[in-house]
């Protein structure tokens, strides 16, 4: 019998955290013991909290996707507070994984924290390239000092701490609330209660034009459980759907109007915000591993999240 793990997945009530819920239960295996906590069993900004959580549990690996985490406008609107809060939750949670003899950490970044003046496809080696998009700045140098933290705990204490690097994702138990959510929970939410209020317009933010490569979550949590258990690098690995598979939010809002079959218009609001044109992103380092691995197809994953949000929308984030 293998040596038994103790997982902690801190974040483990929001999107991604119960994606992996759903795929380790779903395995039931003997040899792992999974733990899903949240902003309510502990404040990772918080020093004495976090170390408290790593006391009770005492694990001997972490998934960290706990963050302050949100669409384009609640970044731009809120960039003091990403930057503080995911500095303090990072730098607790790598270093009470360190204090405390956590054999493999696997942190989160995200496709949106690499440089906003780059060259394309963006792969692993090109973070630190330059500044991020000015509409994420705080999230974005927040998340990159993961990257150099993990490479500082390797040289110094030899401490195997990685991370990933998704791109957009999406699926239930999303955050559809419009204030601070990204752009599929969002149109979610607002097409949903545009049909419940006999509404004839799918008003979308920005001009539809640009691009985003998205990953279904319950896709992302496979992939996450594959690098707890099998990658060993401290060098991040991009986890992303294909090159080929990078969709417009126009394209977005029609898969959407399609699974709801709303039969209104959709109505492009040119007067806010695009954000960044596009962050393609080669999943090249990942092929090379996982030659193999399937990804859902976008217009079943998205058909899913929408049902899920009709089904569940009373007791969903709003
Ligand atoms: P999410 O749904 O917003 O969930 C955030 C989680 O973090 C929740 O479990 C929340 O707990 C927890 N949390 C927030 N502040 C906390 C605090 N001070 N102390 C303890 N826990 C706290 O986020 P997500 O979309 O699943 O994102 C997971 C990871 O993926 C993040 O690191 C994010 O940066 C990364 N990522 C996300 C996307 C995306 O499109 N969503 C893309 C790329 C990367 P409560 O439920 O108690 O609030
Ligand atoms: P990003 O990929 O980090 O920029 O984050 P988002 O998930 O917030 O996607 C932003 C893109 O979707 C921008 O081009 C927005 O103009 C567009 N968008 C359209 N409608 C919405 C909406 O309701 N919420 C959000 N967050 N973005 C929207």
């Known amino acids: 019998m293998p040596d038994k793990k103790i997982i902690m997945v801190t974040g483990g009530t929001g999107l991604v955290g119960k994606a992996i819920e759903t795929v380790v239960q779903s395995e039931n295996r003997v040899d792992e013991t999974w733990i899903f906590v949240s902003s309510k069993d502990a404040d990772l900004c918080d020093l004495d909290s976090t170390r408290r959580l790593f006391e009770k549990y005492k694990p001997t ?84 000092m993961i990257d ?51 509404g004839d317009t ?33 060098e991040p690995i991009i986890l992303s759907v294909d090159e080929e598979c990078e969709v417009s939010i126009k394209k977005v809002a029609e898969e959407l109007v399609k699974s709801f079959d709303f039969k209104g218009s959709i109505v492009f609001d040119e007067t806010k915000a695009d954000g960044q044109y596009k962050k393609t992103a080669s999943n090249k380092k990942l092929r090379c591993y996982l030659p193999d691995f399937q990804f859902t197809p976008f217009s079943r994953a998205i058909k899913e999240s929408v049902d899920w949000y009709r089904q569940n929308h009373l007791l969903a984030r709003n």
């Open 148 to 198: 150099v933290a993990n490479k500082a705990y390797h040289e110094q204490y030899g401490c195997l701490f990685t991370s990933v690097v998704p791109c957009n994702v999406f699926g239930p138990h999303d955050n559809y609330n419009p204030e601070s959510s990204h752009v599929i929970p969002g149109l979610i939410r607002k097409l949903f209660d545009t049909i419940d209020n006999g």
């Open 202 to 234: 799918f008003l979308v933010m920005g001009t539809g034009k640009p691009l985003r490569q998205f990953i279904y979550s319950l896709d992302l949590a496979r992939l996450f459980v594959w690098v707890l258990r099998e990658y060993d690098e401290v």
């Open 61 to 144: 690996h972490v998934i960290h996707l706990a963050a302050m985490v949100g669409g384009l406008f609640h970044n731009m609107s809120h960039n003091l507070d990403f930057l503080r809060n995911n500095l303090h939750m990072n730098d607790n949670v790598l270093q009470m994984s360190y204090e405390t003899g956590v054999r493999k950490v696997v942190s989160c970044l995200s496709t949106c924290i690499f440089p906003d003046k780059t060259t394309y496809p963006i792969d692993e080696s090109m973070i630190h390239n330059g500044p991020p998009h000015p509409s994420n700045f705080g999230y974005s140098y927040a998340k990159r």
